[in-house]
């Protein structure tokens, strides 16, 4: 089945940098876009942005802009998001999320978020 | 950047009972626009896309409507598992957004 498997929890020093890993099964890792998407506890959901596992380019929220890197490895079907320069604000549950759209029988992704990963909690603390 | 703004905050509802949660966009989103369904310590679940198209395996309970800026999640008659919270998002232009939520509880 379909499945997005994230890396563990993570605590980290205000200043710092996490490295969130996200690995697909199930499905053609390069067919389909990934995004990210944090929440904040007790909080709503902010899409951090994508990558296009196929070309490796990427799309970041202008609010990410300079912190965010997201990368992936086709040879294993992960996506990594690397967030750096970590503040009490950035501690959130961080989710990696498949775009809905097929990239090669659509020729585009739909941007909306059909398949979820397990979440992983990102502590920011002193 | 859209803003999206879900109404209302909390819904109190019967088992059974029909529920319609709200969604405005700050401007037209055309019908670029997901329903999400979050449970306590879970991930979303896609629920609606195309303002109006059930997700894979959704029930039929759930129906969405709307198209522009003015958005509804139906819930036609709420099961024990729908309680949860509910977000909409918006595709149609960068960044993408999602609301506040609305929380439906057991009344």
């Known amino acids: 089945q379909v499945q997005l498997v994230q890396s563990g929890a993570d605590v980290k020093k205000p200043g710092a940098s996490v490295k969130v890993s996200c690995k697909a099964s199930?499905?053609?890792?390069?067919?389909?876009?990934m995004h990210w998407v944090r929440q904040a506890p007790g909080q709503g959901l902010e899409w951090m942005g994508w990558?296009?596992?196929?070309?490796?380019?990427?799309n970041y929220a202008q609010k990410f802009q300079g912190r965010v890197t997201m990368t992936r490895d086709t040879s294993i079907s992960t996506a990594y998001m690397d967030l750096s320069r970590l503040r009490s604000d950035d501690t959130a549950v961080y989710y990696c999320?498949?775009?809905?759209?097929?990239?090669?029988?659509?020729?585009?992704?739909?941007?909306?978020?059909?398949?979820w990963g397990q979440g992983t909690t990102v502590t920011v603390s002193s | 950047e859209i803003v999206m703004t879900q109404s209302p905050a909390t819904l109190s509802v019967s088992p059974g009972e029909r529920a319609t949660l709200s969604c405005r966009a700050s401007?037209?989103?055309?019908?670029?626009l997901a329903w999400y369904q979050q449970k306590p310590g879970q991930a979303p679940r896609l629920l609606i896309y195309?303002?109006?198209t059930r997700a894979t395996g959704i029930p039929a309970r759930f129906s969405g409507s709307g198209s522009g800026t003015e958005f509804t999640l139906t819930i036609s008659s709420l099961q024990s598992e729908d309680f949860a919270v509910y977000y909409c998002?918006?595709?149609?232009?960068?960044?993408?957004?999602f609301g506040q939520g609305t929380k439906v509880e057991i009344k």
């Open positions: 195309g303002a109006s």
């Open positions: 990558i296009n596992p196929n070309s490796g380019g990427t």
């Open positions: 199930g499905y053609t890792f390069t067919d389909y876009y």
């Open positions: 999320a498949r775009d809905q759209g097929d990239i090669v029988a659509t020729t585009r992704p739909a941007f909306s978020m059909d398949v």
């Open positions: 998002q918006q595709y149609n232009n960068w960044p993408l957004t």
């Open positions: 401007q037209s989103v055309s019908s670029n």
